[in-house]
């Protein structure tokens, strides 16, 4: 396959794991309220709110989980705080609200592992 075709489908691929993550999301209670939401600073799978609690949520996808673990490396983890920073300071409304960051892995064949509060268990990991 040429690199542009090659860019094209990981690109559709990572649509259907967003969309796939947005109604998982759904189905355990979350509102979203962006999807792919671009800042100065980066852009934001999705942002999802559930009670007092705004969730910004990095979706991967790769052959396997654990793999899809691992590409949410640290500097990608500041990248997306510096964007969920801005995504704040443009919506003043939700800044007395508690956030979080997750992660929704997929890989193909299973079930979306997703992981609340993925920031502080794979620091651990």
Do not use: C
């Not at 490396?73 to 920073?85: K, P, T």
């Amino acid at each position: 396959m040429r690199p542009r075709a090659d860019r094209q489908q990981a690109e559709q691929s990572g649509r259907k794991a967003e969309t796939l993550a947005h109604w998982l999301l759904r189905l355990k209670g979350y509102r979203i309220l962006a999807r792919r939401e671009r800042t100065a600073a980066g852009e934001l799978d999705i942002v999802a709110r559930r009670g007092a609690t705004l969730v910004f949520v990095e979706v991967k996808q790769r052959p396997t989980v654990a793999q899809a673990a691992e590409a949410i490396d640290e500097r990608q983890r500041q990248r997306i705080a510096r964007a969920a920073e801005a995504y704040l300071a443009a919506n003043p409304g939700l800044a007395g609200l508690g956030a979080r960051f997750d992660a929704i892995l997929v890989a193909p064949g299973r079930l979306p592992v997703h992981i609340a509060n993925a920031w502080h268990i794979m620091v651990e990991i």
